[in-house]
C-alpha cells in the first residue's frame, strides 16, 4: 500500500501571526512556521498502519522553499520519501487552487490512501479533504477517530459531536483525522539524522501539468480586502457594592444584552 501524506507548514499557533500590509496574504516570513498540529497525527496513522500492512509512506507538501524545513521534520518522524511542490506563481492560492494542484500531485505518485488532518490552524477550512477527493473521483472519509485497514477496505469512526458514525470505502480513497485518533511519535535522533538523507524531489506547477493562470491571486474564488488587528482589551468595569450591587450588575448585563 502506497500512504501520502497531506503536510502543511503553518505559523505558530502559539506565537502571534499576522497578516502581510501589502497582499492581506499569511506573513510566513517573519513567523515561527511549524507542522500543522493536526498532520503530526495523519503521519502517526501512516506510520501505524505500514508498520502493520507494509508498504511505502510519502509526504505531501505544497508551500514557499521554506516548508522544506517542516518536510524533514516530518520525515524525521518515519516516512520513507516527500514531495515539495514549490512554485513562485502558488502565493496567493485559495482552496480550490491548493486542491486542485494537491490532487495534480497525488495523482502522479498512484496513492492507495491520502491521510491529512481535519483541519490546518491557519485557514480552518475543513474542506481540502472533500475537495482533493471530488478532483481523483474518489471517496472521502473525513474526521476520523479511528481507521481500521482490511485489504483494500478503509472503516472510519467519524467524530460527532452526539458521538461517532462508522463509514467505509475502498480504496483509494482519502481519509482525514482528528487528534483523537492517536499520539504522534516523537522523531529520534536516529531518525532525524536519516531524514537529511531521505528522498526529497521538489516538483513545479510545469511538473504537475498546472498552468500559473489558475493559481495564486490571478486563479483565486476568493480574497481577503482588507484586514486589521484584534483591538486591544479594555479595562473591566468595577462595581462598587453598596448595597445595590445586584442592581447595577443587571443593568451592565442588559446594557451589553446579555439579559
Known sequence: MKI???????????????LRSDDNTVDRGSANNVINEMDEYAIEEALSIQEKHGGEVVVLTMGPSGATESIRKALSMGPDSAVHVADDALHGS????????????????????????????????QVMPHMIA????????????????DGSTLTIERQTE??????????????SVWDTIN????????????????????????????DASEVGFDGATSTVVEHSKRPPRQAGNKVADSGDGGVQLVQYLSSEKFV
Open 4 to 18: 501520502v501524506v497531506l503536510v502543511k507548514q503553518v505559523p505558530d499557533s502559539g506565537a502571534e501571526r499576522n
Open 94 to 125: 485559495c482552496a480550490v487552487a491548493t486542491s486542485k494542484v494537491l490532487a495534480a500531485a497525488i495523482g502522479q505518485l498512484d496513492a492507495d490512501l491520502i491521510i491529512c488532518g481535519a483541519e490546518s490552524t491557519d485557514g480552518r477550512v
Open 134 to 149: 471530488e478532483r481523483l473521483g474518489i471517496a472521502a472519509l473525513t474526521g476520523a477517530r479511528k481507521l481500521t485497514v
Open 162 to 175: 452526539e458521538g461517532y458514525e462508522v463509514v467505509t470505502a475502498s480504496t483509494p480513497a482519502v481519509v
Open 183 to 210: 499520539e504522534p511519535r516523537y522523531p529520534s535522533f536516529k531518525g532525524i539524522m536519516a531524514a537529511k538523507k531521505k528522498p526529497l524531489e521538489t516538483k513545479s506547477l510545469a511538473d504537475l501539468g498546472v
